[in-house]
């Protein structure tokens, strides 16, 4: 194609591009939050947000000097609890970190669990993983599940996930050492 035929194509489909709502959605996505829905298996609907802007509690503890990035929101519906998950860029390493947060959540009354496991990234480097999971029944069933990557991994990095009222499925940590 040559250069000419390059710009012809870009003046056609830039317009196009710019029009569709689709491509407004998706970067709403990374700079503010989408808003969406979706139906559960028993047909439930649920409105969702991504992005960044999405809505995040104010009871979920984020890791002292950490930074949040919000990704996803899933609001309750009848028999599903509402949702939401967030990237972490961590100020200290991710052992200390740890460390600290189970002290943390254990002290403002959280039921703490923990459990470490080897795995494998996307690009096939294996690392550990500390999945930290807290609990606290008052004065709503509310859970915070951490996972932090023990290991360097390319592709993953901490991740926080939250849930907030019934009903909140009883996922434990994988079975291994306690991290």
């Known amino acids: 194609m040559s250069l000419r035929g390059l710009l012809i194509l870009l003046a056609c489909a830039v317009p196009v591009l710019l029009a569709s709502p689709a491509f407004w959605w998706l970067i709403e996505s990374e700079t503010g939050a989408a808003p969406g829905g979706i139906v559960e298996h028993d047909g439930a609907a649920r409105a969702t947000t991504i992005g960044p802007k999405s809505p995040w509690p104010d009871w979920a503890p984020v890791p002292a000097?950490?930074?949040?990035?919000?990704?996803?929101?899933?609001?309750?519906?009848?028999?599903?609890?509402?949702?939401?998950?967030?990237?972490?860029?961590?100020?200290?390493p991710a052992r200390e970190e740890v460390d600290a947060l189970k002290t943390r959540l254990a002290a403002e009354g959280w039921s703490v669990t923990t459990g470490r496991f080897d795995t494998t990234d996307p690009a096939h480097t294996r690392f550990s993983m500390c999945t930290i999971v807290a609990r606290q029944a008052a004065p709503a069933e509310r859970v915070v599940t951490y996972g932090i990557p023990l290991t360097p991994s390319k592709e993953i990095g901490p991740r926080m996930f939250w849930s907030a009222g019934a009903p909140i499925g009883t996922w434990t940590p994988p079975p291994g050492p306690a991290c």
């Open 65 to 92: 000097d950490a930074e949040l990035t919000v990704r996803t929101y899933y609001a309750d519906a009848p028999g599903h609890a509402a949702t939401g998950s967030a990237d972490l860029a961590l100020a200290r």
